[in-house]
T-cell receptor
Framework: AQSVTQPDIHITVSEGASLELRCNYS??????LFWYVQSPGQGLQLLLK??????LVQGIKGFEAEFKRSQSSFNLRKPSVHWSDAAEYFC???????????FGRGTSLIVHP | EPEVTQTPSHQVTQMGQEVILRCVPI?????FYWYRQILGQKVEFLVS????????KSEIFDDQFSVERPDGSNFTLKIRSTKLEDSAMYFC????????????FGPGTRLTVT
């Protein structure tokens, strides 16, 4: 069965600093990988996804993520964080046999001015 | 921009009562989903729905749960006899195709069972 681990429950960064949120997955074949963001009072919004091809994926809001098969990772990055990026971030994995993603527990991003 | 809407935003009910959570998916979408998130835990898949029938469900989605698309716009989740452990945030989502993998989520309904 597929699974996702987000090892950091909370991450605190200063505005303007770079950001990396970690995600590790467990799945036997090539996974489909996603990052979602949830702002307070909002639903989950898809930031980016990886299905195949270039392992560096660009998403919305200046985010990118890199698929590293050797490390079973799909870490989310942003070079310069804005206060509006404060939110909950969820990594998810899906498989070709099912279009239902399995979510990680989420990482809460706190941005200090 | 079209969006998924959910009502109510917060529902409080007593244990044993029936609740219906409502969702209006994006109008041209064909696939509909319910997820739940117990406070502090993962977002968990409950059920997917396509062509007026359940296409996939998790072990959480037992006989206490049912889904329905009563008309061309609404998609509902019913819990027949709520339990304390049903307290959670329930998210509805929709997508335009099974292989697009891009699901659009609503803002959620917070269900509190007392």
């Amino acid at each position: 069965a597929q699974s996702v681990t987000q090892p950091d429950i909370h991450i605190t960064v200063s505005e303007g600093a770079s950001l990396e949120l970690r995600c590790n997955y467990s799945y036997g074949a090539t996974p489909y990988l996603f990052w979602y963001v949830q702002s307070p009072g909002q639903g989950l919004q898809l930031l980016l996804k990886y299905f195949s091809g270039d392992t560096l994926v660009q998403g919305i809001k200046g985010f990118e993520a890199e698929f590293k098969r050797s490390q079973s990772s799909f870490n989310l990055r942003k070079p310069s964080v804005h206060w509006s990026d404060a939110a909950e971030y969820f990594c998810a994995v899906g498989s070709g046999g099912s279009y239902i993603p399995t979510f990680g527990r989420g990482t809460s991003l706190i941005v200090h001015p | 921009e079209p969006e998924v809407t959910q009502t109510p935003s917060h529902q409080v009910t007593q244990m044993g009562q029936e609740v219906i959570l409502r969702c209006v998916p994006i109008s041209n979408h064909l696939y509909f989903y319910w997820y739940r998130q117990i406070l502090g835990q993962k977002v968990e898949f409950l059920v997917s729905f396509y062509n007026n029938e359940i296409s996939e469900k998790s072990e959480i989605f037992d006989d206490q749960f049912s889904v329905e698309r009563p008309d061309g716009s609404n998609f509902t989740l019913k819990i027949r006899s709520t339990k304390l452990e049903d307290s959670a945030m329930y998210f509805c989502a929709s997508s335009s195709g099974s292989l697009s993998y891009e699901q659009y989520f609503g803002p959620g309904t917070r269900l509190t069972v007392t």
